[in-house]
């Protein structure tokens, strides 16, 4: 295996800690958005640290999942009034931003995490209905039933294989829907494992982090499951990526630090500055580092230099 690669963790204050940034995805206007989940808007930065807000319709909307769809807009789910919001960048940062939000079909949905999909459409769980929904540049909503209730789908992400998979958290299942609609679950081997995050990874597979378990997962396009423990169980493992450097990246929300792990399974674990930060979500910047969203107020830039 490779030997560890130094990292550098640099924090860039976005919001006041009540704000809550929770995920944040890369723009096609080359800067970081993320969303302020107590607070009903969404902060994009540059590169440099330039910060500038959003509101959404309403203070209370939830803003929590985000990503930048096939139209150049940012998409993010509306998780507390069950809405989709879509954000077109302009001049001027985030204040010059055009805003829409549509309200879905089902009341209650509940929607979470949300892709872009491969049919230019983007895709989203609804993670009180039991569905996955699929949304385009005008609104339009098609939504497809889960074979089962109560499996409270999480984190969505397209696939190598042309579906879109999710976490089934409540299930303990991993889902893949197509583009008809129609979708398997395929059940996980470690009791309690409530996955949340998943990303499809470099070597043609889906990774997971398992919360309840302490472990990270990775399944193929056939149904194939397997599980990598970390060394501390209690991390609590929220949210993955894919990085630049050909490794997965990943947050220990309960321990403060961010996690590495190779796709041979090395794993290796770096503390934020702060290790009360509480890191929820994580993603490549458009300057190539893997950048994290941590709910007392900072987004955090994490730049690796191998030995």
Request: aromatic residues 6%; contains cysteine; negative net charge.
């Amino acid at each position: 295996m490779s030997s560890r690669p130094e990292v550098t963790l640099r924090e860039f204050p976005v919001s006041g800690p009540g704000a809550g940034p929770y995920a944040l995805a890369t723009g096609a206007d080359g800067a970081l958005w993320c969303t302020l989940v107590h607070r009903g808007r969404l902060a994009r930065m540059t590169t440099a640290g330039e910060v500038t807000t959003c509101p959404l319709p309403t203070a209370t909307g939830g803003p929590t999942m985000i990503a930048a769809g096939a139209d150049g807009a940012l998409w993010c789910t509306e998780f507390k009034e069950h809405r989709i919001a879509r954000v077109v960048p302009g001049s001027g940062g985030a204040s010059g931003a055009k805003v829409e939000s549509f309200t879905l079909p089902t009341a209650d949905a509940g929607p979470l995490g949300i892709t872009a999909g491969p049919d230019g459409a983007v895709w989203f769980t609804e993670s009180a209905a039991d569905r996955i929904g699929r949304i385009t540049a005008d609104g339009t909503v098609t939504e497809y039933e889960l074979p089962v209730r109560g499996a409270f789908a999480s984190v969505i992400t397209a696939g190598p294989d042309g579906g879109l998979w999710f976490t089934a958290n409540q299930a303990n299942a991993i889902g893949r829907t197509g583009l008809d609609g129609e979708t398997v679950l395929y059940d996980l081997p470690t009791p309690g494992a409530a996955p949340v995050g998943i990303t499809a990874g470099p070597d043609g597979a889906l990774w997971f982090v398992e919360i309840g378990a302490g472990r990270i997962g990775r399944i193929t396009t056939d149904g194939t499951v397997g599980t990598y423990p970390l060394p501390d169980r209690e991390c609590r493992p929220h949210a993955i990526a894919a990085g630049a450097d050909g490794a997965l990246w990943f947050t220990e929300w309960g321990a403060g630090r961010i996690g590495r792990i190779t796709t041979d399974g090395r794993i290796d674990a770096y503390d934020l500055p702060d290790r009360a930060g509480e890191p929820h979500g994580i993603a490549p910047g458009p300057d190539g580092a893997m950048w994290a969203a941590l709910e007392t107020g900072s987004l955090v830039r994490v730049e690796v230099r191998h030995p």
